[in-house]
């Protein structure tokens, strides 16, 4: 029983990841790998998914002998992704047929536009809760198929298989012997019916997608498959028993198995998504209906925004302004500081997302007087991440009908105690951060452990979930509701006609 193991394998967008994870839910090690991106024109992204297998491998071998373990003690798998991307092999050959296209890729806008597609955006949304977009898997596949030679009859002959990473990384690993996905990651290829919980012949036709290339969909806590022997040195028959987009193994991992329990990933951008339980709720202002998972990997709705420039706002203050060394300056820099003097910082580099909705928004600095400063400019900048933020969390709170009493946060800005602080204050609602902020991999690793029976769901795992600390609002009502107007007026400058 004490040697029992969880190997958590999360495939991100610049690297993949594996973790042991024990029985009491910790991790012992972790291994990490980039992989090459290829930009082949402006707006276009592109991984080879034999790179992005290949780290793979390389960090599950590199975790197991870090973790000192023999891999036979490995009882189960939890997969985690980058969502949406694409990939399409050959069923035979186990090769990819094109690049993999990922999901920052923009090549299919102009079909999305098309007169073929954009008069059907509003069934689109209501089967599959998106937005048509190219962002999505739909438009991506069906780019692959027109443009490889013979590609289309080869997958009508059901010669190809389609997956999004999730499903290559199990076919990979059972040798060939499952094609298969999971319900979060079918709610993000804009196939796949959120209402009915099966991929959607109208949209297959409207997208002239074959079924026969299409994934079995499983529930996330499911048996996705066994290893084949050998396969990244695992031996043969260790069950994938779970599998889950990051941003739900997130939710997942961060014990939000209730309906109006929300988390917020502080990176690169934000990633917030707020657990409806049974309730599918469309939002009138751009955010995304999607599926998540309860304790036990049974789907639930969930509604998700983003905020697109979070923390590389820093990365900004670092790489060109060069005000500071390394991110985590940007707490240390502004010590002592009560407040930005009225200066605002909207970092609107690539437009604004929900709810303004405004691609030609670019970012400003404004309310400078003489006695401003850098620290004055980097404090806004940390403040504007919580402004952001609470953009999308009032939007949750309003179409949800459900009062937020707790954000739980993960990601790499959410170790900015002064962030968090003055998020707490700014959304008047308490931040809880956990002790492991890998919530993404801890998600995929606990639904594993509860699918292979090593625990009985939510009563089990409430009891491996640790908090780090707990940030409570404490700022006054009129002052908090004087910055955020003062937000509010430099977005509108931020705001291009
Ligand atoms: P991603 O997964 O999007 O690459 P991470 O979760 O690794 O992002 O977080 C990295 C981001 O967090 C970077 O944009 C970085 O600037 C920011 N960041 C990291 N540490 C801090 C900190 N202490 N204060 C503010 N921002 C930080």
Same mark, same amino acid.
Request: proline share 4%; net charge positive; charged share 20%.
């Given at each position: 029983?004490?040697?029992?193991?969880?190997?958590?394998?999360?495939?991100?967008?610049?690297?993949?990841?594996?973790? +042991?994870?024990?029985?009491?839910?910790?991790?012992?090690?972790?291994?990490?790998?980039?992989? &090459?991106?290829?930009?082949?024109?402006?707006?276009?992204?592109?991984?080879? #998914?034999?790179?992005?297998? %290949?780290?793979?491998?390389?960090?599950?071998?590199?975790?197991?002998?870090?973790?000192?373990?023999? &891999?036979?003690?490995?009882? #189960?798998?939890? +997969?985690?992704n980058q969502r949406e991307t694409t990939v399409v092999w050959d069923r035979r050959t186990s090769r990819p047929i094109h690049r993999a296209i990922v999901w920052q890729c923009r090549r299919t806008a102009s079909m999305c536009q098309s007169p073929g597609l954009k008069p059907y955006a509003g069934l689109i949304r209501k089967k599959t809760g998106l937005v048509l977009d190219p962002y999505f898997s739909g438009t991506k596949i069906q780019w692959i198929l027109d443009h490889v030679r013979g590609a289309r009859v080869r997958a009508q002959k059901g010669e190809l298989c389609f997956g999004t990473i999730d499903s290559w990384l199990i076919w990979k690993l059972t040798g060939g012997q499952s094609h298969a996905t999971d319900m979060t990651n079918a709610s993000r290829t804009m196939l796949f019916d959120i209402r009915k919980f099966q991929w959607d012949e109208e949209i297959l036709k409207l997208l002239k997608v074959p079924a026969a290339v299409l994934p079995q969909v499983r529930h996330s806590g499911s048996v996705f498959g066994k290893t084949a022997a050998g396969v990244a040195g695992l031996p043969s028959g260790i069950p994938i028993a779970a599998v889950m987009g990051d941003q739900q193994a997130a939710l997942y991992g961060q014990g939000c198995f209730e309906a109006g329990s929300v988390k917020n990933t502080y990176g690169t951008g934000c990633?917030?998504?707020?657990?409806?339980?049974?309730?599918?709720?469309?939002?009138?202002?751009?955010?995304?209906?999607?599926?998540?998972?309860?304790? %036990?990997?049974?789907?639930?709705?969930?509604?998700?925004?983003?905020?697109?420039?979070?923390? #590389?706002?820093?990365?900004?203050?670092?790489?060109?302004?060069k005000v500071i060394q390394k991110s985590a300056d940007s707490e240390s820099a502004i010590k002592g500081l009560s407040d930005t003097q009225g200066v605002?910082?909207?970092?609107?580099?690539?437009?604004?997302? #929900? &709810?303004?909705?405004?691609?030609?928004? %670019?970012?400003?600095?404004c309310g400078l007087t003489r006695g401003a400063n850098v620290r004055h400019i980097?404090?806004?900048?940390?403040?504007?991440?919580?402004?952001?933020?609470?953009?999308?969390?009032s939007l949750l709170q309003k179409e949800s009908g459900k009062n937020l009493r707790q954000l739980n946060v993960d990601g790499g800005a959410c170790k900015n105690n002064f962030l968090m602080q003055f998020q707490a204050d700014i959304l008047d609602c308490r931040i809880r951060r956990p002790k492991t902020v890998e919530s993404t991999a801890q998600g995929a690793a606990f639904l594993a452990g509860v699918t292979a029976g090593l625990w009985q769901g939510k009563s089990d795992l409430q009891k491996l979930f640790e908090t780090e600390r707990v940030f409570h609002p404490s700022m006054p009502a009129a002052k908090k509701n004087a910055l955020y107007a003062g937000w509010q007026r430099a977005v509108k400058k931020s705001l291009l006609p």
């Amino acid at each position: 029983m004490k040697n029992q193991y969880i190997l958590a394998l999360d495939q991100g967008t610049t690297g993949s990841r594996a973790f +042991i994870f024990d029985r009491r839910g910790q991790i012992i090690s972790s291994s990490y790998q980039e992989f &090459p991106q290829y930009y082949p024109q402006p707006g276009w992204v592109e991984h080879d #998914a034999e790179e992005i297998w %290949r780290s793979c491998e390389n960090v599950v071998k590199n975790a197991i002998r870090a973790a000192k373990i023999s &891999p036979q003690m490995i009882v #189960a798998i939890g +997969i985690t992704n980058q969502r949406e991307t694409t990939v399409v092999w050959d069923r035979r050959t186990s090769r990819p047929i094109h690049r993999a296209i990922v999901w920052q890729c923009r090549r299919t806008a102009s079909m999305c536009q098309s007169p073929g597609l954009k008069p059907y955006a509003g069934l689109i949304r209501k089967k599959t809760g998106l937005v048509l977009d190219p962002y999505f898997s739909g438009t991506k596949i069906q780019w692959i198929l027109d443009h490889v030679r013979g590609a289309r009859v080869r997958a009508q002959k059901g010669e190809l298989c389609f997956g999004t990473i999730d499903s290559w990384l199990i076919w990979k690993l059972t040798g060939g012997q499952s094609h298969a996905t999971d319900m979060t990651n079918a709610s993000r290829t804009m196939l796949f019916d959120i209402r009915k919980f099966q991929w959607d012949e109208e949209i297959l036709k409207l997208l002239k997608v074959p079924a026969a290339v299409l994934p079995q969909v499983r529930h996330s806590g499911s048996v996705f498959g066994k290893t084949a022997a050998g396969v990244a040195g695992l031996p043969s028959g260790i069950p994938i028993a779970a599998v889950m987009g990051d941003q739900q193994a997130a939710l997942y991992g961060q014990g939000c198995f209730e309906a109006g329990s929300v988390k917020n990933t502080y990176g690169t951008g934000c990633f917030l998504v707020l657990n409806t339980g049974q309730k599918l709720i469309y939002s009138q202002n751009g955010l995304l209906s999607t599926l998540a998972c309860d304790d %036990r990997g049974q789907p639930v709705y969930a509604l998700e925004g983003a905020v697109f420039i979070a923390g #590389a706002v820093i990365q900004w203050l670092r790489d060109e302004l060069k005000v500071i060394q390394k991110s985590a300056d940007s707490e240390s820099a502004i010590k002592g500081l009560s407040d930005t003097q009225g200066v605002y910082f909207v970092p609107a580099f690539t437009g604004l997302g #929900a &709810p303004y909705w405004n691609s030609q928004a %670019r970012g400003l600095i404004c309310g400078l007087t003489r006695g401003a400063n850098v620290r004055h400019i980097i404090r806004a900048a940390l403040e504007s991440i919580a402004y952001q933020t609470k953009d999308v969390f009032s939007l949750l709170q309003k179409e949800s009908g459900k009062n937020l009493r707790q954000l739980n946060v993960d990601g790499g800005a959410c170790k900015n105690n002064f962030l968090m602080q003055f998020q707490a204050d700014i959304l008047d609602c308490r931040i809880r951060r956990p002790k492991t902020v890998e919530s993404t991999a801890q998600g995929a690793a606990f639904l594993a452990g509860v699918t292979a029976g090593l625990w009985q769901g939510k009563s089990d795992l409430q009891k491996l979930f640790e908090t780090e600390r707990v940030f409570h609002p404490s700022m006054p009502a009129a002052k908090k509701n004087a910055l955020y107007a003062g937000w509010q007026r430099a977005v509108k400058k931020s705001l291009l006609p």
